[in-house]
C-alpha cells in the first residue's frame, strides 16, 4: 500500500492557514463564500488553495471534520442515557445547539457530505441515532411513525430560524424547538398525512448545484 508523504513545514503551514480561514469565511459568509476570499484571508494564492483542495467540496470537508466528530460524541452520551424519551431530547437539542453554535454545521444541514469520509462518519452516527429513535419509540414515549430522516425537517427549519433570527432573539430556535419536540410526544400523535421521506428522496433534496467557481 502507497504511504502519503508528510508534508514539508512550508506546505502544513499552508494547509493550516488555508483550513482555518476556510472556517472563517465560511462562519461568515455560508459554504459558498469566494474561495479567493479564503485564499486571500490565509495569505496564499488561489492556485496554492486549489493545490491543496481541488474542489469547494475538498475544502469544506477540511473545515468540517471536527465538527463532524463532535456529532459522533453527541449521538454517544445520547445513548448512555437511561431514559430513552431523555435520550431522544438531549440528541436533538444538542445537534441543534451544535447548528446554533456554529454557522458551519447549519451549512452543512442543508446540503450532501462534501467527501466519503465524512458520509461514512454521518452513516455511523445515524446508526446510533437510529437505536435511540427505536428505544424512544419502544418505550412508548415516541410515537411510532416517526423515522430518522424526518429528523432533516427539523434541521432544516432550525438552519432558516437561526439565520432569521441571528441578531434579533438568538434564543428563539429553543421555542421552535421545545414545541416540535412535545409534537413529537406518542400521546399527541395524529395520522400524519403523507409518508416519511426515502432515503432516495433526502439525499436528492440535499443535492444542490455545487459547480466549482474558480472566483
Known sequence: MPVDKPLRSDARRNR???VSAA??????????????????RAGVAIGTLY???PTRDDLIAAAV????EAGGRIAEEALAIPDPWEAFVYLV??????????RLIGGLAVRAAPSTAIAAA???????MRQIITRAQQSGALRADWVLEDI??????HTRILEATATTAPTAWRRHLALTLDGLRADAAHPLPVPPLT????????????TERRS
Open 152 to 157: 432533516a425537517f427539523i434541521t432544516w427549519s
Open 23 to 40: 472556517r472563517a469565511v465560511f462562519e461568515e459568509r455560508g459554504l459558498d463564500a469566494p474561495l479567493k476570499d479564503i485564499a486571500a
Open 51 to 53: 493545490n491543496r483542495f
Open 65 to 68: 471534520e471536527d465538527r463532524i
Open 16 to 18: 493550516d492557514a488555508i
Open 122 to 128: 454521518q452513516a455511523t452516527g445515524h446508526t446510533m
Open 199 to 210: 432515503d432516495e428522496q433526502l439525499m436528492e433534496s440535499l443535492r444542490q448545484p455545487h
Open 93 to 102: 437539542e444538542k445537534i441543534c445547539e451544535l447548528q446554533a453554535a456554529d
